[in-house]
Each structure stands twice: as C-alpha cells, then as structure tokens.
C-alpha cells in the first residue's frame, strides 16, 4: 500500500470504483475515462510500479492477471468480438497511474 498511490486506495476502500472482480491478489474495476464501451482495469492488489519493477516471485501474480482478463472478457461478452489486452510502461508508454494495470478494451 502506497498511500498516494489512486490504485492502492481504490484497493484499500478508501477511493470509490465500480468493480467487477475482488480476488485475494488481484481487482479489476471499470477504468473512470473509458476509450471503448467496454474498458475495464485488472490491478494487482500489491503495488508494483510498473512492469520495469516485476520479480521473478511475480509471475504467478502476472499469470493470474492475465487468465482473469480471459475470464472478464467473457463474462462481458465481448471474448470472441475480440479485445485489446494494453499495458503502458513508463511516461514515454503512456503509463499516468503508476501502480502496475492491464487494461481490457474492447466492445466496439
Ligand atoms: P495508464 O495511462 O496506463 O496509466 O492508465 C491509467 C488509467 O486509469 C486511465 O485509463 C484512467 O482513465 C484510469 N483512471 C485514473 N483514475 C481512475 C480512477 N479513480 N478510477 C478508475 N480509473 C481511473
Ligand atoms: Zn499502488
């Protein structure tokens, strides 16, 4: 938990978000400015900045986050549609909130 961090309070309960999945290691709420009719961001709960600051001891943790995007894309209806799996690494990546997120858009 980084208290500054948007993503950690949102995590903590302490900022608002409209979620749509709560895991032990892992959340995912719909992204506030969304760039498609379906944008939903998956988050670690443990605050890693960026995908530059990842262990070996997180790969499970990635792998987690990655087969619940499978999931969310279907429970959205929007897995065979089709979607975009993004993730921005740095300022010069596009990367605003730094505490590590994938984003899942898609719906068009
Ligand atoms: P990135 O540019 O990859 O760091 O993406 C950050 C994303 O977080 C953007 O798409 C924002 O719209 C989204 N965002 C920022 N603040 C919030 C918030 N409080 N709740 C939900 N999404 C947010
Ligand atoms: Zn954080």
């Not at 379906?38 to 790969?59: A, C, F, M, Y």
């Not at 986050?65 to 929007?78: C, N, R, S, T, V």
Request: glycine share 10%.
């Amino acid at each position: 938990m980084e208290k500054d961090c948007i993503f950690c309070q949102i995590i903590e309960g302490t900022k608002p978000a409209s979620f749509v999945f709560e895991g032990d290691r892992v959340v995912a709420f719909k992204d506030a400015n969304p760039s498609a009719p379906v944008h939903i961001l998956l988050v670690p709960k443990k605050h890693i900045r960026s995908i530059n600051d990842l262990t070996e001891g997180d790969q499970p943790l990635m792998a987690e986050l990655f087969m619940l995007a499978k999931k969310i894309a279907q429970e959205q209806g929007i897995a065979q549609s089709g979607y975009k799996l993004v993730i921005n690494v740095e300022r010069g990546g596009g990367q605003y909130v730094f505490h590590l997120h994938l984003h899942l858009v898609g719906g068009w």
